[in-house]
């Protein structure tokens, strides 16, 4: 089974500084894809980002971008010149890239609580 | 384009009661699911469905019922709630089941559920 590990509880961040959320996974399928999902306080999910494991390079969504590092099963979310709006509760979440419905099963990990400061 | 919507927001049960979450999406998504999200623990796949007639268990069904008559309509139910019950649930939906840039999830504003 996958797993989705995301060991930052917490993070806290000023305005317009750079935040990294980190996220680790456990998969054996070579095909699969990551996501980053934002969860504010008004509790709705909202797709960040998403990434296809078969390419190389890293998605990038305005001020969003993620490190993903296949070989070491990693997938970080950075966040550029943050801003208030962005405090939030986010999840990484894996779903594998088969074509017998888990594709869109979602594996969650915790959560990462995003504070920014003035 | 009303999305996917669910209803109660709120519900309030005492245990061994039983009832509905509605989940309805105007999409034409094939893919319809239910997730339950508690503190520390992110959100776990209860069942899904792959299309209409067509359910499946996910990682935490124990308790919960489903069917999906129509492509539209996921209902979830509660047969006999219990205080392990208590969380917040989102149903959500995809175009296809099929991995690619049409699987994106799209989420429901969730339910907040309370068993007493």
């Known amino acids: 089974a996958q797993t989705v590990t995301q060991s930052q509880p917490e993070m806290s961040v000023q305005e317009a500084e750079t935040v990294t959320l980190s996220c680790t996974y456990d998969?054996?399928?070579?095909?699969?894809?990551l996501f980053w999902y934002k969860q504010p306080p008004s509790r709705q999910m909202i797709l960040v980002i998403r990434?296809?494991?078969?390419?190389?390079q890293n998605a990038t969504e305005n001020r969003f971008s993620v490190n993903f590092q296949k070989a070491a099963k990693s997938f970080s979310l950075k966040i550029s010149d943050s801003q208030l709006g962005d405090a939030a509760m986010y999840f990484c979440?894996?779903?594998?890239?088969?074509?017998?419905?888990?594709?869109?099963?979602?594996?969650f990990g915790t959560g990462t609580r995003l504070q920014v400061t003035l | 384009n009303a999305g996917v919507t669910q209803t109660p927001k709120f519900q309030v049960l005492k245990t061994g009661q039983s009832m509905t979450l509605q989940c309805a999406q105007d999409?034409?998504?094939?893919?319809m699911s239910w997730y339950r999200q508690d503190p520390g623990m992110g959100l776990r796949l209860i069942h899904y469905?792959?299309?209409?007639?067509?359910?499946d268990q996910g990682e935490v069904p124990n308790g919960y019922n489903v069917s999906r008559s129509t492509t539209e309509d996921f209902p979830l139910r509660l047969l006999s709630a219990a205080p392990s019950q208590t969380s917040v649930y989102f149903c959500a939906s995809s175009y296809t089941i099929l991995a690619g840039l049409y699987n994106e999830q799209f989420f429901g504003p969730g339910t907040r559920l309370t068993v007493l």
């Open positions: 999409m034409n998504h094939e893919y």
């Open positions: 990434q296809e494991a078969y390419k190389q």
């Open positions: 469905s792959v299309g209409a007639g067509i359910t």
């Open positions: 998969t054996s399928e070579s095909d699969y894809y």
């Open positions: 979440a894996y779903s594998g890239g088969g074509i017998t419905g888990t594709a869109s099963k979602l594996t």
